[in-house]
């Protein structure tokens, strides 16, 4: 199916949307798809996402969510493969997404869930509908702007508007809704069986994945271990792939987050950056792409954001200030006790830990060079992360030479060398004396 013919299947089930809206008492005045215009997300190739308009309606800075300006309709449909390999790919409406959708709705942290239609057995592709806002990354000037990510993420960007969201969705959202997901993922993947409830493996995975890759596991009983079936999370049949205790083992090596916020069990996004919130009209921050959330430590929240080319200054001294400072609003109101330096700085360390453990602990062991990650052994983890363990437990118990770490590190722009090789050996006492030069 081409471009146009999958835009086209999508542009004839516009009434069907009218109707759901019109059921929700949303758009009310609009009678027919003749009162609406219609435009493809972004001007990108992508016929599955809609933007839907009221015809001959400039809109408004303040609108209700019974009548917004416009809304973005997803479709499942059949479109191109990206890389133009294996024919047709199918984007799917997804049951667990839908609901985890409609539950950050209800609290106001995600675009307003408008409508929906999921029919697993009707032949007619189901949709949802969502409240539309403008996204906060912009490629152009991401490519063009050397400052680009400095001014994006810091308080005046973007960064405080992230900042107090997520206050609001780790303070607001409950943890209990991810039961029913957990024994899902137990199923697909037993060796989670044992894995604390909290554990950062969570945020690793998802249903939809897990289902594809028993499928390629058992596709590989019986053709054999093919590459296109390597590397696939405990894909039994790969050469590489870790066995359940190999798991069991990183896992119990994973330094886990302290401090009161840190450490604190929240509904997480998994996957906050730029691309991944916009501001409605009425000036709301809320997030899309819900396929990662999850529960898990506050801390992990912040592993996709934090990135060595993604402004790091303006992340310890704006971001995790007012995460903070919201949090302590929201729980103790306006008497509370306020945000030391100390409470920045060692919260930001912990964003820092969970950071280095899922980028170069978790992902090469759950995704592996599929996902574009370096191919590494199961033995090469575990030796990460029996050293990084160790290098944080020693940062712990020695706060002043933690700070020196990180401001040297800051100072030289280079936040990724808190945990270069170079200071774990010296800390560690590899090389003795070696700290004379941090």
Known sequence: MSIEQAAAEVRELIPRVLQALHANNVWESVKSAEEITSSQFEDQPRPYILILTRANTAGSERWTVRDPPSVVVKFETKVPHPNGADGEKFWEIDRQTVEIHQMLSDQGVSTTL????????????????????????????????????DSVNGATGGGGDWARLLARMHNKVPVQWFDKYRRELVELCPVMQDAAADSPLWLMLRADKLVQVRLAAAKAGVEGNSAANQKKFLHQKAEHSPTNEDVKRIAALLPKPRGEHASR?????????????????????????????????????????????????????????????TLLELEEGSGSPGVTEEDVDK????????????????????????????????????????????????????????????RKAAAASDMGSWSSNENMDSVLGIIPGAMDKV
Not at 121 to 128: G, L, R, V, Y
């Open 265 to 325: 069990v929240v509904t997480c996004h998994g996957d906050l950056w730029a691309a991944n919130v916009v501001k409605q009209s009425n000036g709301q921050a809320v997030l899309i792409d819900l396929e990662g959330v999850c529960v898990s430590y506050a801390a992990t929240e912040f592993a996709q954001f934090i990135n060595e080319d993604r402004g790091h200054a303006e992340f310890r001294g704006d971001f995790s200030r007012i995460y903070l400072e």
């Open 347 to 406: 919260f930001w360390f912990e964003a820092l830990i969970a950071a280095k453990v899922i980028t170069e602990i978790l992902r090469p062991l759950c995704w592996g060079i599929e996902a574009g990650y370096e191919e590494d052994s199961t033995a090469d983890i575990i030796a990460r992360a029996e050293r990084f363990s160790a290098y944080v437990e020693k940062l712990r118990c020695d706060w002043d030479l933690t700070l020196q770490i990180l």
């Open 114 to 149: 408008l409508a929906t239609s999921l029919e697993p057995d009707s032949s007619i592709p189901n949709f949802t509908v969502e409240t539309s806002g403008v996204c906060y990354f912009d490629m152009a000037a991401s490519a063009a702007d050397p400052n680009f990510w």
